[in-house]
C-alpha cells in the first residue's frame, strides 16, 4: 500500500493535503456576487459609462428582504444579469447617512420608533413598502418600481425586460411571451 494510504502520515504531508483541498475548493467553489455600490458611487459611474441603476430599497428588520438577499441575490443568473447591466445599489430606507444627489441633501427624519430617509421615501412616493426595486433609466429617470420579493423567475423576466431596454419597444405582456428563461 501507498505511503499516502497509511494511517500514521507524517505531520507535513497532512498539512499538504489540507493545502490542496482548500485551494481547489477556493478556485471552483468561489461564488459570484453581485457588485453593490452605493447611490452616489452608480450616479458618478454613470456619467462616465452610462447604465441603469437598481436599487433594492430594504430595512433591517425586513423578513422580505433577507429572503429576497439570500434567494434573488444569491442566484448566479440573476448576478450575471445585474453586474453585466445595472448598477446595483443597497439602500436601507432607515439609514441614518445623509444623501446629496442633484444639490439636494436627502436625510433621516425620526418617526416614531424608527423613522424613515427622505431618499427612500421620494423614490418609494411615500409607499414605503419593503423590499422594494427601483429601477432608474441611464438618465437617472424611474422606469419602474416594485414593492414586495421578488422571486428570481420573476427578478429574472424584469432584470432581461429593464437591463437590454425592451421596454423601449414592447409591453411586459409581450415580452413575457418569448421570453426564454436561464434559470
Not at 56 to 65: H, N, R
Not at 108 to 121: I, L, M, P, S
Request: include cysteine; glycine fraction near 4%; charge should be negative.
Amino acid at each position: 500500500m501507498p505511503y499516502f494510504y497509511t494511517q500514521q502520515q507524517s505531520v507535513p504531508m497532512k498539512y499538504l493535503y489540507t493545502f490542496i483541498l482548500l485551494v481547489s475548493l477556493n478556485s471552483t467553489g468561489q461564488a459570484q456576487e453581485i457588485n453593490w455600490i452605493s447611490f452616489e458611487e452608480a450616479i458618478a459611474k454613470n456619467k462616465s459609462a452610462p447604465k441603469n441603476i437598481l436599487i433594492d430599497v430594504y430595512t433591517d428588520w425586513c423578513g422580505y428582504c433577507k429572503k429576497m438577499d439570500r434567494e434573488t441575490y444569491e442566484n448566479e443568473v440573476i448576478i450575471s444579469i445585474i453586474n453585466e447591466n445595472f448598477y446595483a445599489v443597497k439602500l436601507n430606507a432607515e439609514q441614518r447617512e445623509d444623501i446629496t444627489y442633484k444639490d439636494k441633501t436627502f436625510t433621516f427624519v425620526k418617526n416614531g420608533r424608527r423613522g424613515y430617509h427622505e431618499f427612500a421615501a421620494g423614490l418609494l412616493q411615500g409607499k414605503m413598502s419593503y423590499p422594494s426595486t427601483v429601477f432608474l433609466d441611464q438618465n437617472e429617470a424611474i422606469i419602474d418600481k416594485i414593492p414586495g420579493y421578488l422571486a428570481p423567475d420573476i427578478m429574472e423576466k424584469i432584470l432581461v425586460y429593464l437591463g437590454n431596454r425592451h421596454y423601449e419597444e414592447t409591453s411586459f405582456e409581450k415580452f413575457q411571451e418569448t421570453f426564454i428563461s436561464k434559470l
